[in-house]
């Protein structure tokens, strides 16, 4: 049974942090490409950041610089540095994995508010 199991999230004021984490089983963790995505209240779901098996990354232009997305196939586990957040960065933050088949997490909340 594959699960990909978010944490990290809550509530920053703009301009602060939060890294989240992702803890995946039930796959072959180093032969997933991994992303994290994320949905507003009223948006569609949207590409944040990417790692590839091989570790290349990709990001949405409005992450650029303030996120970095990293994978430790030692511990099966993604993460998402996130610094300088805005008020636009508030969503549900999802892991996600493909590995043959697509998977999901359920969601963590970030809210960047003051």
């Known amino acids: 049974q594959v699960q990909l199991v978010e944490s990290g999230g809550g509530l920053v004021q703009p301009g602060g942090s939060l890294r989240l984490s992702c803890a995946a089983s039930?796959?072959?963790?180093?032969?997933?490409?991994m992303a994290w995505y994320r949905q507003a209240p009223g948006k569609q779901r949207e590409l944040v950041a990417a790692?590839?098996?091989?570790?290349?990354?990709v990001y949405v232009d409005s992450v650029k610089g303030r996120f970095t997305i990293s994978r430790d196939n030692a511990k099966n586990t993604l993460a998402l540095q996130m610094d300088s957040l805005k008020p636009e960065d508030t969503a549900v933050y999802y892991c996600y994995a493909n590995f043959n088949l697509d998977y999901w997490g359920q969601g963590t909340q970030v809210t960047v508010s003051s």
């Open positions: 039930g796959i072959v963790f180093s032969r997933a490409a």
């Open positions: 790692i590839s098996r091989g570790g290349s990354t």
